[in-house]
């Protein structure tokens, strides 16, 4: 496992430098990073601080945070097919954020998109925790989590159908296909208490996922209290998937591809998968914004849609090589 983290590690630092370094114009990396380091607030130095910097720390915390979420949804309901959104948390957010700028908060306020999507991310969470139980099996849990996702899809929908302003119905629809573009240091250090927060919970979750392993009932003979055990994995999970929406927009894939990838090199071991899918999902969102900087710079393609077009091939794959392998 040493083996595995330190590669982990070593292949994110790469795209880290890489995005930093990396763009349309012809800039080389020494240079790039000399400005960035021991600039003299010259044009460089300011892009190298004020946008490329803010734009890689969030790639990596965006895509540490799905990919922790994800394997760590995985793991608890013992379901491969299960992501980050299925508890309805980025729905939520994503209807916050369409709020705020239908109604003018976003441009009225410089943090009035990202407060309105935590904010919705907040209410999503309260309501599937309420319509679970607490006593409530993991099936009640997906079935509260996908009504909520279903009315907040519903919700979004009837406000891009009701907008009067093409302009804002536009930006909705951009904002939602997800992306780094334009983010600054204030976003980061949005993010990055909840994300802080969420990281530390879900951290904690290892043990009691190797337990459910056996099932539920050896779980609890285990000692493991399974009450517990969701709720830290819920408000986890909203903590980082709310703030990562608040940002970024929704980006879909990353926390349902990566885990799959990773599983057969940690032994299916829901522990190691925790710690594994942090790391390769920075990988992952770092390189696809690199892809989105580099691929027609000038037409703004945006993350959301290159992890779609990358992740659902990948994830068609090892559907049909685990079919083959069941066979």
């Given at each position: 496992?040493?083996?595995?983290?330190?590669?982990?590690?070593?292949?994110?630092?790469?795209?880290?430098?890489?995005?930093?370094?990396?763009?349309?114009?012809?800039?080389?990396?020494?240079?790039?990073?000399?400005?960035?380091?021991?600039?003299?607030?010259?044009?460089?130095?300011?892009?190298?601080?004020e946008i490329?910097?803010?734009?890689?720390?969030?790639?990596?915390?965006?895509?540490?945070?799905?990919?922790?979420?994800?394997?760590?949804?995985?793991?608890?309901?013992?379901?491969?097919?299960?992501?980050?959104?299925?508890?309805?948390?980025?729905?939520?957010?994503?209807?916050?954020?369409?709020?705020?700028?239908?109604?003018?908060?976003?441009?009225?306020?410089?943090?009035?998109?990202?407060?309105?999507?935590?904010?919705?991310?907040?209410?999503?969470?309260?309501?599937?925790?309420?319509?679970?139980?607490?006593?409530?099996?993991?099936?009640?849990?997906?079935?509260?989590?996908?009504?909520?996702?279903?009315?907040?899809?519903?919700?979004?929908?009837?406000?891009?159908?009701?907008?009067?302003?093409?302009?804002?119905?536009?930006?909705?629809?951009?904002?939602?296909?997800?992306?780094?573009?334009?983010?600054?240091?204030?976003?980061?250090?949005?993010?990055?208490?909840?994300?802080?927060?969420?990281?530390?919970?879900?951290?904690?979750?290892?043990?009691?996922?190797?337990?459910?392993?056996?099932?539920?009932?050896?779980?609890?003979?285990?000692g493991i209290?399974?009450?517990?055990?969701?709720?830290?994995?819920?408000?986890?999970?909203?903590?980082?998937?709310?703030?990562?929406?608040?940002?970024?927009?929704?980006?879909?894939?990353?926390?349902?591809?990566?885990?799959?990838?990773?599983?057969?090199?940690?032994?299916?071991?829901?522990?190691?998968?925790?710690?594994?899918?942090?790391?390769?999902?920075?990988t992952m969102?770092?390189?696809?914004?690199?892809?989105?900087?580099?691929?027609?710079?000038?037409?703004?393609?945006?993350?959301?849609?290159?992890?779609?077009?990358?992740?659902?091939?990948?994830?068609?794959?090892?559907?049909?090589?685990?079919?083959?392998?069941?066979?």
């Amino acid at each position: 496992m040493a083996r595995l983290a330190i590669g982990l590690t070593a292949v994110t630092v790469v795209f880290f430098v890489a995005a930093l370094t990396l763009g349309p114009a012809p800039i080389g990396p020494v240079e790039s990073l000399h400005a960035l380091i021991a600039g003299d607030e010259g044009p460089l130095t300011l892009v190298m601080r004020e946008i490329r910097l803010p734009r890689a720390t969030l790639a990596v915390m965006v895509g540490a945070s799905l990919g922790l979420a994800g394997a760590a949804m995985q793991g608890y309901l013992r379901n491969p097919l299960a992501e980050p959104g299925l508890i309805g948390v980025s729905g939520s957010a994503a209807l916050g954020a369409v709020i705020a700028i239908q109604t003018g908060l976003a441009t009225s306020m410089a943090l009035g998109l990202p407060a309105m999507a935590l904010i919705g991310a907040l209410v999503g969470v309260t309501l599937v925790m309420a319509l679970a139980g607490p006593r409530g099996s993991s099936l009640t849990l997906i079935l509260a989590g996908i009504a909520i996702s279903a009315l907040a899809a519903a919700l979004t929908s009837l406000v891009l159908n009701l907008s009067p302003n093409p302009f804002a119905a536009n930006e909705i629809v951009f904002w939602m296909m997800g992306s780094l573009a334009d983010r600054s240091m204030t976003h980061v250090w949005i993010a990055l208490p909840f994300m802080g927060v969420g990281w530390a919970m879900l951290a904690t979750l290892g043990r009691g996922l190797d337990a459910l392993t056996l099932g539920e009932d050896a779980a609890g003979a285990m000692g493991i209290s399974l009450k517990r055990l969701r709720l830290t994995l819920v408000l986890g999970t909203a903590s980082v998937v709310g703030a990562a929406t608040a940002v970024a927009g929704a980006i879909g894939f990353v926390g349902l591809v990566v885990p799959h990838i990773l599983r057969p090199l940690v032994g299916a071991q829901p522990s190691r998968l925790l710690w594994a899918s942090a790391i390769c999902g920075a990988t992952m969102v770092l390189a696809a914004d690199i892809a989105v900087r580099l691929i027609l710079p000038e037409r703004d393609l945006k993350l959301g849609v290159v992890t779609a077009i990358v992740g659902a091939p990948l994830f068609l794959h090892l559907i049909y090589k685990t079919r083959r392998q069941l066979a």
